[in-house]
């Protein structure tokens, strides 16, 4: 019987409430230390979240379309219905970028973008899903993994601008990439197209752990999740921990945190009975995460950010506790406001399904 649960719905809102404390603080230039990227190597808190986001995508897939299969489901109206969705993931990430473009001062189009990467990943799993054997899904896993890293060696360099991974993005997509370096002209983006490759293992890694949580074999998906962070630590010593390269060593370390991630919310949630925090967040991580970006568009875009945060938050908590806990403050009200907004689209029974 397809049941749907709590804790994968819980753990996924969790994931996304961190995504808009991170992205969104009053001042850029006063953040704590945890809830910032690592410039290049190394991992941050920050930096496990939109891991866990994606592993958390194979993981409901691996619940959403592995029941349907198995009582008789058309593979190929399974894969359209998959396909279907990522393109509208895709699409939606790009028409924000396009509303960035338009209305921030200065900003340039970027085409590359969180939700792009989220598409993508999202439709590479449910193939796999669909079509593949889990012994397929892991020859797969290994191959991204050892390939991505053999590619960047043979790329010559791991440095921002100059590593391959910046290189075949910028070649690809030119002045449209997140960043470019004034000193030389290169660009780089760390949601970019060949990135989707270790980001794919990922999902699918999130794939195997909702298979085994599906038929409740939590100590395989515990034993996973450590092998996979010692595995990712020592890769780590000859291949670092990278976000915006995605390196492979990234993977299995963050992998192997997701993995005792969902072990914990499913324990506490559908075992023990406690009460599904994030959830709300959950069953509307799109709508939660593409307006929340929008509003981070409009309100500078308006002229009122800067307004809104100094008179309702810098102006007299700075005085009091400095500029760190102000511009925390208002990430944390921002959580807050759209923690109402999702709470109320559940208790009415709304859900943005794209």
């Not at 230039?29 to 979240?49: F, I, R």
């Not at 792009?116 to 020859?139: D, E, K, L, N, S």
């Not at 002045?175 to 030389?184: G, M, N």
């Amino acid at each position: 019987m397809l049941r749907r649960l709590a804790s994968v719905d819980a753990l996924r809102g969790c994931t996304v409430a961190l995504m808009l404390l991170v992205n969104d603080p009053g001042d850029w230039s006063h953040t704590y230390g945890p809830l910032k990227h690592a410039e290049w190597n190394g991992c941050t808190p920050t930096d496990l979240v939109f891991p866990f986001f994606l592993f958390v995508v194979g993981v409901s897939i691996a619940l959403a379309i592995g029941p349907r299969l198995e009582k008789g489901a058309d593979k190929g109206e399974q894969m359209r219905a998959a396909l279907k969705r990522a393109l509208r993931i895709v699409l939606l990430g790009v028409a924000i970028n396009v509303v960035a473009w338009l209305i921030l001062p200065g900003a340039h189009l970027r085409l590359p973008g969180v939700l792009q990467r989220i598409g993508v990943c999202f439709a590479g799993a449910a193939m796999f899903a669909v079509y593949t054997r889990p012994r397929v899904q892991w020859i797969t896993i290994a191959v991204l993994l050892l390939g991505y890293w053999s590619l960047l060696l043979v790329g010559g360099s791991l440095e921002p601008f100059a590593n391959i991974v910046s290189r075949t993005d910028f070649a690809l997509f030119g002045h449209t990439v997140y960043l470019i370096d004034p000193a030389t002209g290169r660009g780089h983006d760390p949601e970019g197209l060949l990135g989707c490759l270790p980001s794919l293992a990922t999902s699918l890694l999130g794939l195997r752990a909702g298979q085994w949580l599906r038929s409740g074999n939590t100590r395989a998906i515990i034993a996973a999740g450590i092998a996979w962070l010692l595995l990712g630590w020592i890769w780590s010593l000859v291949f670092p921990f990278n976000k915006n390269l995605w390196s492979s060593s990234f993977v299995l370390w963050t992998a192997g945190w997701a993995s005792l991630a969902l072990v914990l919310f499913h324990v506490l949630i559908d075992c023990w009975g406690w009460p599904p925090i994030g959830r709300r967040f959950g069953v509307n991580a799109v709508a939660a995460y593409a307006g929340s970006e929008l509003m981070q568009i409009v309100l500078p875009g308006l002229g009122m950010q800067d307004a809104l945060y100094q008179n309702a938050f810098a102006g007299w908590i700075t005085p009091l506790a400095g500029p760190y806990v102000a511009s925390l403050a208002y990430a944390i009200v921002f959580v807050a406001v759209w923690w109402l907004i999702v709470y109320a689209m559940d208790r009415k029974a709304i859900y943005l399904k794209l």
